[in-house]
């Protein structure tokens, strides 16, 4: 009988570490996805000479796909710099967990 109870609970701790294992991954590869996205928009608002119809359409793309994006571009005696942050949920569900992140970067 105690070995059933035993093979039941090392089936349970299996379980629940590779339900968190998967959770932990899905929520790095959401951060990766965020990154790739960050970066893919400050090279096309790089590409577009910080044009605020560029920015403009990146923004509201951003909120489609699920991003909070905000652009904030300061004019200098050299020329332009475009600072970006895109927000995004970090989510672990088995947890129940979640925050919101968010990833800065400049497009000069």
Request: charged share 20%; aromatic share 12%; net charge negative.
């Amino acid at each position: 009988m105690s070995q059933v109870v035993k093979a039941f609970v090392g089936i349970f701790f299996i379980t629940m570490f590779t339900m968190l294992g998967a959770g932990i991954v899905g929520a790095q590869l959401e951060s990766a996805y965020a990154r790739d996205y960050k970066e893919s928009v400050i090279a096309e608002i790089e590409n577009s000479d910080l044009s605020q119809q560029v920015i403009d359409s990146c923004i509201a793309q951003a909120k489609k796909d699920g991003y909070d994006l905000t652009v904030q571009v300061y004019k200098k005696k050299e020329g332009k710099t475009a600072e970006v942050c895109l927000s995004y949920e970090y989510r672990i569900g088995f947890l129940n967990y979640l925050s919101k992140h968010e990833i800065w970067g400049y497009a000069v």
